[in-house]
Antibody
């Protein structure tokens, strides 16, 4: 079964850091670009970042560039998102998502999400 | 940046109705458009990709149309399971989602 499972969310103070993980199974992880998407409580979806299949290229939405870092470990079939200098507006459910075979493609597979709450 | 605008924001309909949700891009995105369904507390589910291609396993009552800047998602005969929030997404230049359309039971 193709599956993505996120972990690492929690409550963090403004200015703090957190590292999210996404464990992939059921497909050849190293063949796919991977993404993070977030959803603030009661709000819509926002693409956050993606990373090339071999990890050599990374792209970010403007609001997180310089604060968040996407990475991957193909040997461990895992995707990561390092969140630094967190702000209240970063509070959201964070999903990892796998596109189709194209680098920039619709998201065929989603994890269940992990909640990040930034609050003092 | 490409902006995506969905309408309406909320749609009230009954089981059996035919409904259409529209999505407008701020510039041409060819046919690089997807539609997702999301239910409360769940991850989004891909319904349509490349504007009009039905994702495997999705019922044929869902269809997509359009190209360039104007797109539509149509549900031909609403079923109880279809009441949810729907998002369009462009993937022509990075990724941008529409603000969502909540489909409610009338």
């Amino acid at each position: 079964e193709v599956q993505l499972v996120e972990s690492g969310g929690g409550l963090v103070q403004p200015g703090g850091s957190l590292r999210l993980s996404c464990a992939a199974s059921g497909f050849t992880f190293s063949n796919y670009w991977m993404n993070w998407v977030r959803q603030a409580p009661g709000k819509g979806l926002e693409w956050v970042a993606n990373i090339k299949d071999d990890g050599s290229d990374k792209y970010y939405v403007d609001s997180v560039r310089g604060r968040f870092t996407i990475s991957r470990d193909n040997a461990k079939n895992s995707l990561y998102l390092q969140l630094n200098s967190l702000r209240a507006e970063d509070t959201a459910v964070y999903y990892c998502a796998r596109p189709g075979r194209l680098p920039w493609d619709a998201f065929e597979i989603w994890g269940q999400g992990t909640m990040v709450t930034v609050s003092s | 940046d490409i902006q995506m605008t969905q309408s309406p924001s909320t749609l009230s309909a009954s089981v059996g109705d035919r409904v259409t949700i529209t999505c407008r891009a701020s510039q041409s995105i060819s046919n690089w458009l997807a539609w997702y369904q999301q239910k409360p507390g769940k991850a989004p589910k891909l319904l349509i990709y490349k504007a009009s291609s039905l994702q495997s396993g999705v019922p044929s009552r869902f269809s997509g149309s359009g190209s360039g800047t104007e797109f539509a998602l149509t549900i031909s005969s609403l079923q109880p399971d279809d009441f949810a929030t729907y998002y369009c997404q462009q993937y022509n230049n990075y990724y941008t989602f529409g603000q969502g359309t909540k489909l409610e039971i009338k």
